[in-house]
């Protein structure tokens, strides 16, 4: 979607290494989600964030951690504790808190070297 | 609803025929649901969402159908065009939740 920019689109992680994955939006949304996508699946949720300074865990939290500093930016660090961390992340905002649509940029393909 | 596998459903139709694509939900107090489009390598885009105080709700070139009383979600495509090839996605949202839950995906191919 325009207004939302994940960077890199490809990155590699060597082992041991954290890596952190970049995802900015200019569309003034208050709720930011990361998730992950596996070849052949659906998204799984990782973190979200409904307000600056405040994240909560989602499904497969463990050996991912985020902040929240500022309302256009929502940061994914990818930490050496994520062993299996090849995959497809996928950031996403919404406007509120009420039933509306997430939008998506357009992926990080992160692989190991 | 939310399931696990390696290999993705997939549905072929003809070039400019009506495509429909199902999806069984898991959670009863589910209150919110919408359909995404998946192209290679690119984000789930938003196609059309619907509420659970509604049955059906139309687009442009698309419909949402919800049976609640089987937790049943379709996607309608009438006349299919080659740009509608993708993997789709529906997601369910429970009541009160601030997350959503997504589908394994259906890969929709169109033939010409």
């Known amino acids: 979607d325009g207004g939302i920019t994940q960077s890199p689109k490809y990155l590699f992680r060597k082992e041991g290494q954290n890596v952190t994955l970049s995802c900015e939006q200019n569309?003034?949304?208050?709720?930011m989600y990361w998730y992950r996508q596996d070849p052949g699946q659906g998204l799984r949720l990782i973190y979200y964030?409904?307000?600056?300074?405040?994240?909560q865990k989602g499904d497969i939290a463990e050996g991912y951690s985020v902040s929240r500093e500022k309302k256009e930016s929502f940061p994914l660090t990818v930490t050496s504790a994520q062993k299996n961390p090849t995959a497809f992340y996928l950031c996403?905002?919404?406007?509120?808190?009420?039933?509306?649509?997430?939008?998506f940029g357009d992926g990080t393909r992160l692989s190991i070297l | 609803g939310e399931s696990v596998g390696l290999h993705l459903p997939t549905l072929s139709v003809q070039e400019g025929d009506n495509s429909i694509i199902n999806c069984a939900y898991s959670?009863?107090?589910?209150?919110?649901f919408i359909w995404y489009k998946q192209e290679s390598g690119k984000g789930p885009q938003f196609i059309i969402d619907?509420?659970?105080?509604?049955d059906k709700r139309q687009g442009q070139r698309v419909t949402v159908l919800l049976n609640k009383t089987v937790k049943h979600l379709s996607l309608q495509i009438a006349a299919t065009q080659p740009g509608d090839s993708a993997v789709y996605f529906c997601?369910?949202?429970?009541?009160?939740?601030?997350?959503?839950?997504f589908g394994q995906g259906t890969r929709l191919t169109i033939n010409p």
């Open positions: 996403a905002t919404k406007a509120g808190q009420g039933n509306q649509p997430q939008h």
């Open positions: 569309l003034n949304h208050d709720a």
């Open positions: 964030s409904q307000i600056v300074n405040d994240f």
């Open positions: 959670n009863s107090a589910s209150d919110y």
């Open positions: 619907i509420r659970s105080n509604m």
């Open positions: 997601a369910e949202k429970i009541q009160g939740a601030q997350k959503l839950v």
